[in-house]
């Protein structure tokens, strides 16, 4: 069973997501903000991380950039969701990842997308 960490500063969104995945057979473990990702990415190992591109305190840019540059963790795949364009927001990043989605989240784009994650297609 492939395990995957969903990070969103909202539960209501980690919940839906995580009832997504877990239908479809996956593991779940949750997080609600960037630094307790960070530990978590680090103890559970998991397979593949979800993170919301725009949370408080450390985004998901900032996490993702963190994970990629840690030995332990950089070879995780990780999705990023944003609920609206950096570009729109003023500020530019530069994303750590291939993997983006929008949300509202489209359950099966969301599956599909883990799964391309899960096999190394971008």
């Known amino acids: 069973m492939k395990k995957i960490l969903v990070v969103d500063d909202e539960k209501s969104v980690r919940d839906i ?3 997504y995945l877990s239908t479809e ?3 779940v473990i949750t997080a609600e903000n960037g630094s307790l990702a ?3 990415a680090k103890k559970e190992r998991p397979d593949a991380i979800i993170l ?4 408080p305190k450390m985004s998901g840019y900032v996490v993702a950039n963190l994970l990629k540059k840690d030995q332990e963790t950089k070879s995780m795949p990780i999705l990023l969701l944003t609920s609206s364009g950096p570009v729109s927001t003023g500020i ?3 994303s750590p990842t291939p993997y983006q989605l929008a949300k509202p989240i489209k359950p099966e784009k969301l599956v599909k997308t883990v799964w391309q994650m899960l096999e190394g297609v971008k």
């Open 17 to 19: 997501i995580k009832l």
């Open 38 to 40: 960070i530990a978590i």
């Open 25 to 27: 057979g996956f593991s």
């Open 92 to 94: 530019s990043f530069q």
């Open 52 to 55: 919301d591109g725009i949370m």
